[in-house]
């Protein structure tokens, strides 16, 4: 029996744009000018921007010296809340700082990076989706994140074509809890990060087969997971 029933699903997504229009209709010039804002900021830097080549990153780290790691994190942070791909700053992270550095920086800003962004959506539309979320299309899956979040989230980050923001983004629209979230960003996200550590060739272009190999292996284990999860019993909704 699928999760979603189509027609179901169909109703939830027609009532929540009448909605959606609706608060949008009653928001303060200020407010709209601020999203508008963030929206035209997001599309922007999502199409325009690039993470510097690794010869510039050198030079920085040159010149700012023993601040530069911190730097480096802190950036990491801020470009992950995009739909930016994270591999080249993983990769760069790893060749900057040598290999358990890198991981050690890649994955706590992998990590924070969630956290943050998953804080910003609930902060901005928490308060708007929560009593949505109990319509027939969704419940089901919401109660099962709130109760299991952590493995549906485990598995779909050892996924590599699962956008890392747009995860975070739509898990923020979810019930499940913060801690178990991060803990399993970080669990997840740790494979694919020490293997871009330590086998990635992204920068000369080229494919090496272990990381073809090894990506494939965690995406199976992602699905897996995903096919268990789908499996295991979900307490009853009160």
């Known amino acids: 029996m699928p999760l979603v029933n189509p027609g179901s699903l169909y109703d939830f997504l027609r009532s929540l744009f009448r909605d959606s229009r609706q608060a949008i209709a009653r928001w303060s010039l200020a407010r709209k000018i601020i999203v508008v804002s963030i929206i035209v900021l997001g599309i922007t830097a999502t199409c325009f921007f690039h993470i510097p080549s690794l010869a510039t990153l050198r030079l920085w780290a040159t010149q700012w010296g023993p601040s530069f790691p911190l730097i480096f994190w802190l950036s990491y942070i801020i470009i992950t809340q995009f739909p930016i791909p994270r591999t080249l700053l993983t990769l760069s992270s790893g060749i900057l700082f040598g290999p358990f ?119 199976m284990l992602g699905l897996c997971g995903l096919i268990l999860d789908s499996r295991m019993a979900v307490k009853a909704i009160k």
């Open 101 to 219: 550095v890198g991981i050690v920086i890649a994955l706590s800003a992998t990590a924070t990076s969630a956290a943050l962004s998953l804080s910003i959506v609930r902060a901005l539309l928490g308060d708007w989706i929560e009593p949505r979320l109990t319509h027939p299309a969704v419940a089901t899956i919401n109660a099962r994140l709130q109760q299991r979040g952590w493995l549906a989230v485990t598995s779909l980050r050892m996924i590599a074509g699962v956008p890392f923001s747009i995860l975070n983004y739509v898990t923020a629209l979810t019930s499940i809890p913060l801690v178990p979230f991060i803990i399993a960003t970080f669990i997840g996200s740790a494979p694919g990060t020490i293997l871009t550590v330590f086998l990635g060739d992204t920068l000369t272009g080229s494919a090496d087969p272990r990381m073809v190999i090894a990506t494939t292996i965690l995406a």
